[in-house]
């Protein structure tokens, strides 16, 4: 995606690394570095910076609502995935007899708040098949009293892509319920069409290429009603300063209501620049760079004597793969004596593949499974 002179001067750090591990962690280019100095310097005019912030606020939001194709009053930005979640879980106020669907490939963000004892909604867990999650599985989850499906477009465990069309069908089909989709591990990778879905979520320390701290929340026009967030704070309600405001509290609709306090300005900066960057590149120009890495990565590991646990589908492979080996921790170590970054976590090693990646990465990071194996 990059030409050799734009990744040295944007990305500096990978100039020795195979880093194949934007799943976990993206690298930020050199543009999200200089926002973050450029927060410093605002912070540092005490309250006049605040005109400035709320420049990047805006810029921000713009950026987002070009990222997920709504418009900026349908976009919201919280400090991470799961305060979206928790916040989407109150806007639902779900009662005795309601069903949430969950599946077993997911992270734990979006799966976790129906499953504290406080929430009364019965949870239904759409479970894999060898690695991939089927439609016709989902379908006899579904019901009357299905309310929501949470689900991510591709699984932070082995990279699984849902096909969203049929996924989205379903749900019309067969319940009344909204669908909320996780974009983290898709988000400036992989172009997406999120048109249908109900409420998207995004982290931004992944491979948008920004900092942590950001929830991307977007809520289209329609559903606004359903995801207003009945929380206390100050930046989302509509009447904070007002008269009133020891007697009610009055959430903004949709996307704003997911804004409880004061915004994460740092992490703000930081994705108005990342955005820009990824948009700037074009994320179809990022996938048809690394598309073809993921192939051959995924073909040599083929060869290997490991278990993949991502299923071969070209429609359901993004930037993410994932395989099983009694000794991981070993080959672990033996990558990252050679400096060749991949996750090992949750008994299993993955390997993701971003646009500042090259063929060498990859063949260094096969060379070194080939003589460890
Ligand atoms: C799909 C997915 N959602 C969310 C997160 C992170 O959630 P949060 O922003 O709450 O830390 C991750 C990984 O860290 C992830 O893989």
């Not at 950026?63 to 639902?92: F, P, R």
């Not at 004061?262 to 598309?291: K, T």
């Amino acid at each position: 995606m990059f030409a050799q002179s734009a990744r040295d001067t944007d990305f500096p750090s990978l100039a020795k690394k195979a880093y194949l591990n934007s799943a976990a962690e993206g690298i930020p280019p050199r543009v999200v570095t200089d926002a973050l100095a450029q927060y410093a310097q605002d912070k540092l005019r005490g309250m006049d910076g605040r005109q400035r912030h709320e420049v990047h606020w805006k810029e921000a939001k713009a950026q987002v609502a070009k990222a997920y194709n709504l418009s900026a009053d349908e976009v919201g930005i919280c400090s991470c995935s799961s305060e979206a979640y928790n916040l989407a879980a109150l806007a639902m106020r779900l009662r005795e007899g309601d069903e949430v669907v969950i599946n077993d490939l997911d992270f734990p963000a979006g799966a976790t708040p129906w499953l504290q004892p406080t929430c009364p909604a019965k949870v239904k867990v759409w479970r894999s098949r060898e690695g991939a999650l089927r439609v016709e599985d989902l379908v006899p989850l579904l019901g009357p009293r299905t309310r929501l499906l949470t689900v991510s477009l591709v699984s932070f465990f082995n990279g699984y892509k849902i096909p969203l069309p049929g996924v989205i069908d379903a749900v019309r089909n067969h319940s009344d319920a909204l669908l909320a989709l996780d974009v983290t591990q898709a988000l400036g990778r992989i172009p997406l069409d999120l048109a249908g879905v109900d409420l998207i979520v995004s982290s931004t320390h992944k491979w948008i290429l920004a900092t942590h701290g950001g929830g991307l929340v977007g809520v289209p026009a329609a559903r606004a009603r359903e995801w207003t967030v009945p929380a206390g704070g100050w930046f989302h309600l509509q009447n904070a300063f007002e008269n009133d405001r020891f007697e009610r509290a009055v959430s903004k609709p949709g996307a704003a209501s997911f804004t409880v306090g004061m915004p994460n300005y740092p992490a703000v900066y930081a994705i108005n620049a990342a955005l820009r960057y990824i948009h700037s590149i074009g994320v179809p120009a990022i996938d048809s760079h690394a598309r073809p890495l993921v192939r051959a990565c995924l073909d040599g590991l083929k060869k290997l004597p490991v278990e993949l646990i991502t299923p071969d589908e070209p429609d359901a492979i993004a930037g993410i793969m994932a395989f099983r080996h009694p000794d991981a921790e070993r080959i672990h170590h033996a990558l990252r004596e050679k400096n060749i970054h991949v996750m090992s976590h949750a008994g299993r090693l993955r390997v993701a593949i971003h646009g500042y990646n090259t063929s060498d990465d990859v063949e260094r990071f096969l060379d070194v499974l080939h003589n460890e194996l």
